[in-house]
């Protein structure tokens, strides 16, 4: 059960998802057994299981898959499931070559999504954060795609994944009234893209609360192509 008989390459993957899963946890973004993470490594996809308390997991709870998605190993402790999030995660794996994918019940990325019209994305503009997302700039308009909820996880997949390929200036897809799927080159990378969004989505939500149309706030700048 310490991990022993995993390789470098599986142990650093493993260590690294529970290591995740307790910071998700300490945020409020995997409690309840909620939320998910997911690394890769080369053609070797590792998944926290489903239904577990993600800030007791060790490296021995974890998956490993396929880059088709099949079970290559199943965790050491018996009982464990492999997550309902899996062909939703294999969606950035597939389409983005993502090196991590990580789910998110953030609270603020719920807010927000509650604040979207139906059939359309976020949209961001001009919020320093923003900077922080891959490729994308303060005076752009990013949008961050927004599909509904289904009653199973496992039933998004189709939509998740018409997502991923419609909107490939994002790196995440936001589940209304669920959370958000949101990957990057590696762990870190992802880390740092999902708690840029978590930013920014609390910055919408505080603004409407204060009665402030983001989109049209801070006119005064000049625009993009002035800059340029």
């Known amino acids: 059960m310490d991990g022993s008989t995993f390789d470098e390459a599986s142990q650093r993957a493993r260590e690294t998802i529970c290591e995740l899963c307790r910071l998700f946890w300490r945020l409020g973004w995997a409690s309840g057994t909620g939320g998910g993470i997911s690394v890769r490594e080369g053609d070797r996809i590792f ?10 997991l060790v490296p021995a709870d974890i998956f490993e898959l396929d880059r088709a998605g099949c079970v290559r190993r199943e965790p050491e402790s018996a009982g464990k499931k492999l ?8 969606a950035a794996y597939k389409h983005r070559d993502a090196g991590a994918v990580l789910h998110s019940h953030s609270l603020d990325v719920v ?5 979207v019209p ?3 994305p976020l949209r961001l503009t001009r919020l320093e954060m923003m900077k922080g997302l891959e490729g994308v700039g303060y005076f752009d308009v990013h949008e961050v795609p927004v599909i509904d909820n289904t009653a199973l996880e496992h039933e998004l997949e189709a939509r998740l994944e ?33 708690e840029c969004l978590d930013y920014l989505c609390r910055a919408v939500v505080r603004m409407h609360a204060a009665g402030i149309d983001h989109l049209l706030h801070d006119r005064s700048q000049p625009d993009a192509a002035a800059n340029a």
């Open 47 to 56: 998944m926290a299981p489903s239904g577990v308390e993600k800030e007791r």
């Open 83 to 90: 997550t309902a999030c899996a062909p939703l995660f294999m």
């Open 111 to 115: 807010l927000a999504s509650a604040l």
């Open 118 to 120: 139906p059939g359309e």
């Open 162 to 194: 018409q997502a991923v390929i419609d909107w490939p200036k994002s790196n995440a897809v936001i589940v209304r009234n669920h959370g958000v799927y949101i990957w990057g080159r590696s762990p870190a990378h992802a880390k740092t893209q999902a």
